[in-house]
T-cell receptor, first 110, second 113 residues
């Protein structure tokens, strides 16, 4: 089976940088995703890593180390609208299923 | 507009009364799945489908059924709902596999009393 761990809550200040960590244990790894979910809304795709290293997309970057079973999502120049839950998800198995962590609720303070 | 559409958005029902939540996607995606989301537990997969007439159980399939008669539709059926199925449900589709970017429907908040 899969085991995905991420912090339950984080708080940061507007304009700052925050790093959300995710560790996982899985067999048949197919890639790691980060999704953003605002309260009461559907998750939306942020990033995808399948190889080790850093992927940058505007204010958001995501890092993966497959040997360590570790990823992080880095959010720069935080804005109030970044207050949301951030979901780490791992693709695995022959059916390439997606398994989600419980999510990290980020609160951005003025 | 590319989208995944779920209906209804909100539903309150009584224990034992069969219900269906519909899901439709207009992106010609092969892979579709259903998740339930509960506080502290995150999104858990109920069922998935890799193509028409191909469905399989996810992590929490008990009490649910699905069908995939057409590529665009993937309804979730609760034959005899129970209060522990009160949850927020999301349908999602991906181009080919579960490890592609997933597009989610708006969610269905189900309450079983």
């Amino acid at each position: 089976g899969q085991n995905i761990d991420q912090p339950t809550e984080m708080t940061a200040t507007e304009g700052a940088i925050v790093q959300i960590n995710c560790t996982y244990q899985t067999s048949g790894f197919n890639g790691l995703f980060w999704y953003q979910q605002h309260a009461g809304e559907a998750p939306t795709f942020l990033s995808y890593n399948v190889l080790d290293g850093l992927e940058e997309k505007g204010r958001f970057s995501s890092f993966l180390s497959r040997s360590k079973g570790y990823s992080y999502l880095l959010l720069k120049e935080l804005q109030m609208k970044d207050s949301a839950s951030y979901l780490c998800a791992v693709g695995s198995g022959s059916a390439r299923q997606l398994t989600f962590g419980s999510g990290t609720q980020l609160t951005v303070l003025p | 507009e590319a989208q995944v559409t779920q209906n209804p958005r909100y539903l309150i029902t009584v224990t034992g009364k069969k219900l269906t939540v519909t899901c439709s996607q207009n992106m010609n995606h092969e892979y579709m799945s259903w998740y339930r989301q509960d506080p502290g537990l995150g999104l858990r997969q109920i069922y998935y489908s890799m193509n028409v007439e191909v469905t399989d159980k996810g992590d929490v399939p008990e009490g649910y059924k699905v069908s995939r008669k057409e590529k665009r539709n993937f309804p979730l059926i609760l034959e005899s709902p129970s209060p522990n199925q009160t949850s927020l449900y999301f349908c999602a589709s991906s181009p080919q596999t579960g490890s592609d970017e997933a597009f989610f429907g708006q969610g269905t908040r189900l309450t079983v009393v």
